[in-house]
């Protein structure tokens, strides 16, 4: 396989930041670009940070000019933005759909983003549906491959208190059997992995996966 360059949105996000190591670290990647709100320091060769208006479409694309691979791990949560589901949806949604819609102006071939397990836009759970909503609008732009990954909750150390989270990274895992496949904890750096691993394979067309699929390519 060539060498490749590549760019993570939400770098510094439980999964993003997982996923940067692993592009620092694997040998075939010539270059990682960051693109964040706020200046990012990693004393590594291969990275560069971008400091970037994330609502400005045409700055997205001059960023990841020449990418071979994007990865977007970009989210909020809803005491972020004082439950306020306008300003968490020109996040989550806004955002989003100007990074798919940058790699396929751009003729970037791969773009890998998280989503959520139970994602659908016709659920009456603003989380779930937007998600929903998300997958389907980036997944009608045309990505020659878009990789749509689904993890339930997420084990690993964030940086910041979720008293809910913490609470039920302790207990969820306990009846992980029990629960149906696809809403099982699965841990960031596994998902991380999963993701690096199947966009190197260039599958084309959309596909979602979910945690056997994620759990398969570990």
Known sequence: ??????????STGLIGSF????????????????LTRNKVIINNKKHKNHVIDFSSLNEIKKTIKNCDYVYSGIGTTQSRVNYNKKKYRSIDYDITLNIARACKESGIK??????TAG????????????KGEIDEEVSKIGI??????????????RNENRFGEKLAQQVM??????????????????????MHKISMKNIKGN????????????
């Open 110 to 115: 791969s773009f890998s983003l998280i989503s």
């Open 173 to 194: 895992p306990l009846f992980s059997s029990l629960m149906p496949e696809d809403y099982r904890p699965i841990r960031a750096d596994f998902v991380a992995s999963s």
């Open 119 to 130: 994602a659908d836009k016709t659920k009456n759970n603003f989380y779930l549906s937007l």
């Open 207 to 218: 596909n979602i996966y979910h945690f056997k699929e994620m759990m398969s390519v570990l």
């Open 19 to 34: 996923l940067t190591d692993i592009l620092i670290n694997d040998p075939l990647c010539d270059q990682i670009i960051t």
């Open 144 to 157: 020659d491959s878009l990789s749509i990954f689904r993890p339930s909750l997420l084990l690993g150390k």
């Open 1 to 10: 396989m060539k060498s490749y360059k590549a760019s993570v949105f939400g």
